[in-house]
């Protein structure tokens, strides 16, 4: 496995499998939890510490996808926003392994596990990827998706056939 600092990546034919992307994800206030989840997931063990303190939880935690939304942004502000990626067919996989409570920074890893060109267009390819979300305390999150990149003919204006 490469670990890459250097997170510019543009065409497809730039991602090799199994480089890794590191980025640290900054703890969250018990207020920050509290706003999304008033949002987005208005669950007790998300809006109230005593509520939260009397489930399995023990305490105020985040929804799980927040902590996924804020393990995929900086992958996606450093390396995706420079690529040349067209969306995604979905995410294969997504586990939420441990709570994420309040204050706990978290590690992140993206690896491309793999790719492929498009066996139906030549102009792009698919990157398998994981991340991995850890916590001090262990393993919080693991998704597993594809993207689309284009490769350098992709990206360039086709040309009328005569």
């Known amino acids: 496995m490469t670990k890459s600092s250097d997170h510019s990546r543009e065409y497809f034919e730039d991602f090799e499998e199994g480089t890794a ?13 509290k706003a999304f989840a008033e949002r987005y997931d208005p ?3 998300h809006l109230d510490e005593n509520e939260a303190a009397a489930t399995h939880f023990g305490g105020l935690v985040a929804s799980g996808f927040q902590t996924q939304l804020l393990c995929f942004q900086p992958f996606c ?10 969306g995604s067919p979905g995410i294969d996989s997504l586990r939420w392994l441990r ?3 309040p204050g706990e920074p978290l590690s992140v890893k993206v690896t491309v596990v793999d790719k492929r060109l498009s066996a139906s267009r030549e102009d792009r390819g ?8 850890e916590a001090e305390a262990g393993p919080t999150l693991l998704m597993e998706w594809r993207i689309i990149v284009l490769t350098r003919r992709g990206d360039k204006p086709a040309r009328p056939a005569y």
């Not at 980025?23 to 920050?32: A, C, D, Q, S």
């Not at 502000?77 to 067209?86: G, P, Q, T």
């Not at 698919?126 to 979300?133: C, I, N, P, T």
């Open 21 to 33: 992307f590191e980025f640290e994800v900054p703890g969250l206030t018990g207020e920050e939890i």
């Open 43 to 45: 669950q007790r063990f």
């Open 77 to 86: 502000r450093e390396v995706l926003v420079n690529s040349r990626a067209v």
């Open 99 to 101: 709570p994420w409570y």
């Open 126 to 133: 698919y990157l398998s990827l994981k991340l991995e979300a």
